[in-house]
């Protein structure tokens, strides 16, 4: 059994100080589901007067009368039926002498009922709440939902707040918290899998090897991970499929608009719609090349947003078949051939996670990847002035110090077409293993291998 609760101490040192101000408090957390925004919570509330409740895609009324219902059993305490907010709160704030937390978890789906019920909660804060002591969190996994119909300009909830908190993905750097005893090569490979998702990290077990683990979970027809990409889809959405070929398509590398359309057989005119829900659910990312040449309002590019969903799409779903029989052989043998080859775009991603902790000739203010018709960099970082740039390639690979060379040859080639001005620049490789490393080193570039990584996640 892994650790049940790593890091987030910075969103619970935030909690905690607004639980101290005595004052009355509404805060909106929220985050793609699975990323441990319950976990947060109920580490938050241990031995504080809570109240979670778990709202469903039911009539208000319904609901409403759900939630009367429940606070009175946990609290032992009788609430009169009431058909509105505004007086249940009353009651409850009356039968309550100390402060108490309410949860009112997967808020966006009493939204997406009866959009009423924001202009509902803008009345019973200003009426009731606002100069109480009470501790309202509004929590959602419907990114889109929260910040606009919560917390968005135009919600009526809009400056009620008084902090709001989105709970993301843990760092490579938390990651490697969970497996203190297992070797940095082990890791990496797990973080491929598993991304910073800790509900996931938590279905792997220490005392077997990456692979191991990869056979018990992912490629068992009645593991959670072997089912997960699929239970995700199917709670937020009806065309579950339609969705599926979309992320397929942009995993198989359609990146544009008109090509994930062909891909995927969706009409033109539609995809729009099916590709801003998935970025909604933080499950597909749109991104910008760090440094653009020309500026274009169009000039991104779709990707799966993270390393379990790229997992799942390259070695379960197409071996859905061969995993629901037991008959995995050849699964192993394709997937220890082609994994190392999965890893590039992770190492890539740790990477640019870890730069920013990184020793370097300067301190970067930006840094990213940078594409341009058919050439890619995979790190570019440049100061605050943007008068010093350095230019770096990750290779999830063992580089002879000749095959170093040629690397960094072709980087600075593929440099001349970054176009912005810049006074210096440095030139830098971040692989496996390294050969000649400190002769490079010495020579004027940047380099780093795993080792390297190893120490600077540590700190």
Known sequence: M??????????????????????????????????????????????????????????????????????????????????????????ILRSQK?????????????????ISVVSDFQHLWDETLKDKNIFLILCGSYVSVMETSVMGYKS??????????????????????????????????????????????????????????VEKTFWKSDSILNKEAEFLLSQELREVEVYLGIMRSIFEGATKLNEIATKSHVA???????????????????????IVNRPKRKNYVYRIADNFFNFWLSYVYPFKDEIEIGEIESL??????????????????????????MKLPFKPTKAGRWWHKNEEI????????????????????????????????????????????????YFGLIGKTIGGKEKLSEEGFIVFDVEDLWRIAAR
């Open 2 to 91: 892994l650790l049940s609760f790593v890091d987030r101490e910075r969103e619970l040192g935030m909690l905690e100080e607004r639980y101290r101000s005595n004052k009355a408090e509404l805060i909106p957390i929220y985050g793609r589901r699975r990323v441990g925004k319950t976990e947060l919570i109920k580490e938050f509330i241990r031995n504080k007067p809570h109240f979670y409740f778990l709202a469903k895609r039911k009539k208000l009324e319904e609901e409403m009368e759900r939630f009367r219902v429940k606070f009175s059993k946990e609290f032992n305490i009788f609430l009169p039926e009431e058909k509105s907010w505004d007086t249940i709160f009353e009651n």
């Open 98 to 114: 100390h402060r108490v937390v309410v949860i009112i978890d997967e808020f966006p789906f009493w939204v997406e009922k009866d």
């Open 156 to 213: 009526p909830l809009y400056g009620r707040r008084t902090a709001q908190m989105e709970v993301n993905r843990l760092g490579f750097r938390d990651f490697t918290k969970f497996f203190p005893k297992w070797q940095p090569e082990e890791i990496i490979k797990a973080y491929g899998a598993l991304d910073g998702i800790p509900f996931y990290i938590k279905e792997f077990e220490l005392d077997r090897s990456f692979q191991e683990n």
């Open 268 to 290: 033109v005119t539609n995809i729009n719609k099916y590709i801003r829900i998935l970025t909604d659910l933080k499950f597909v990312s749109k991104e910008y090349p760090v």
């Open 332 to 357: 192993k043998i394709f997937f220890r051939k082609d994994y190392s080859r999965y890893l590039g775009f992770v190492f890539e991603n740790i990477a640019r996670q870890l730069i920013w902790h």
């Open 378 to 425: 995979d790190l570019v970082c440049s100061d605050e002035n943007k008068r010093k740039a350095l230019f770096i390639e990750c290779k999830w690979s063992d580089l002879k110090e000749r095959e170093a060379r040629h690397v960094l040859q072709e980087l600075k080639e593929k440099s001349k077409s970054v176009l912005w001005e810049r006074e210096t620049e």
